[in-house]
Nanobody, 119 residues
């Protein structure tokens, strides 16, 4: 089992910045990928940024150039730096981890953290 705990979500004005954190604990070996997803009211959950063990980070087109994924292996924590926030970035942001222990694939989610961008 992997536990993911997000933090950092809050109300911010348009153009502002936030940094989300996701601390992983438990059986974190063999984690293949970690990422951030978001879900706005009435919409499906969507990928925001995802890092795989191959060293590649993918971003949604809507956040490219504004959001940055980073990680601190010593703290087992990943971050999402969000700059130039827009009202359409308002959503619950979820941390995700994918663990592969051949032949099984396990997926874990955090509880989510609310980001609201509004004046």
């Amino acid at each position: 089992q992997v536990q993911l705990v997000e933090s950092g979500g809050e109300l911010v004005q348009p153009g502002g910045s936030l940094r989300l954190s996701c601390a992983a604990s438990g059986s974190i070996s063999s984690i293949y990928a970690m990422g951030w997803y978001r879900q706005a009211p009435g919409k499906q959950r969507e990928l925001v940024a995802r890092f795989t063990s191959g060293g590649r980070t993918n971003y949604a087109d809507s956040v490219k150039g504004r959001f940055t994924f980073s990680r601190d292996n010593a703290k087992n924590t990943v971050y999402l730096q969000m700059n130039s926030l827009k009202p359409e970035d308002t959503a619950v942001y979820y941390c995700n981890a994918v663990k592969i222990v051949v032949p099984t694939r396990e997926e874990y989610w955090g509880q989510g953290t609310q980001v609201t961008v509004s004046s």
